[in-house]
């Protein structure tokens, strides 16, 4: 079964600095997809980024960006010039392709933005 | 394109009552998802469908039950309603190409 995993529970980041959060995962697939999702108080699912396994270009939306390395199946978001409005909780999720395609987890973080 | 729907947003059970939550898409998605979030959690899969007629169970699925008679609709149902199933509830759809799910504001479930 695919595991996800996100080990820091919690960061802070200043107003305009940047900050990285961290995943990892764990699959037997070739071919997948990654997902860092943001979830600010009012609870809505946002999408934020999305990673095609079998792409080596690290996607890029804006002022996030992911760093997506296969072999070690980790797969951090960069967030530059970060805003108050970033701060929020982020999900890091994985989905095989196709007619398995569904979403597992990681626990989530939880960002601050200090002004 | 009002995307996906959930009805109601807030919801307050007793112990041992049944309820169904609502879920509705107009993408004409044919993959559509229940999850919960329990708090500081993420989201784990309860049931989902990759089409009219076929649902499968996910990692959390005791408790619940679905049927997916048209590809707009899925609703959730709660029979005999524990508090253990106090969370927040997601719906979501997708195409099932390319993984990205389309999320609904989720329905608020306090058992008491």
């Known amino acids: 079964a695919q595991t996800v995993t996100q080990s820091q529970p919690e960061m802070s980041v200043q107003e305009a600095e940047t900050v990285t959060l961290s995943c990892t995962y764990d699959?037997?697939?070739?071919?997948?997809?990654l997902f860092w999702y943001k979830q600010p108080p009012s609870r809505q699912m946002i999408l934020v980024i999305r990673?095609?396994?079998?792409?080596?270009q690290n996607a890029t939306e804006n002022r996030f960006s992911v760093n997506f390395q296969k072999a070690a199946k980790s797969f951090s978001l960069k967030i530059s010039d970060s805003q108050l409005g970033d701060a929020a909780m982020y999900f890091c999720a994985y989905s095989p392709p196709g007619a398995n395609s569904k979403l597992t987890f990681g626990k989530g973080i939880t960002l601050s933005v200090r002004p | 394109n009002a995307g996906v729907t959930q009805t109601p947003k807030f919801r307050i059970l007793k112990i041992g009552q049944s309820m169904t939550l609502q879920c509705a898409q107009d993408?004409?998605?044919?993959?559509m998802y229940w999850y919960r979030q329990d708090p500081g959690m993420g989201l784990k899969l309860i049931y989902y469908?990759?089409?009219?007629?076929?649902?499968d169970k996910g990692e959390v699925p005791n408790g619940y039950n679905v049927s997916r008679s048209t590809t707009e609709d899925f609703p959730l149902r709660l029979e005999l309603a524990a508090p253990s199933q106090t969370s927040v509830y997601f719906c979501?759809?997708?195409?099932?190409?390319?993984?990205?799910?389309?999320f609904g504001p989720g329905t608020r479930l306090t058992v008491t």
């Open positions: 990673q095609e396994a079998y792409k080596q």
């Open positions: 699959t037997s697939e070739s071919d997948y997809y």
């Open positions: 469908s990759v089409g009219a007629g076929i649902t």
């Open positions: 993408m004409n998605h044919n993959y």
């Open positions: 979501a759809s997708s195409y099932g190409s390319d993984g990205r799910e389309y």
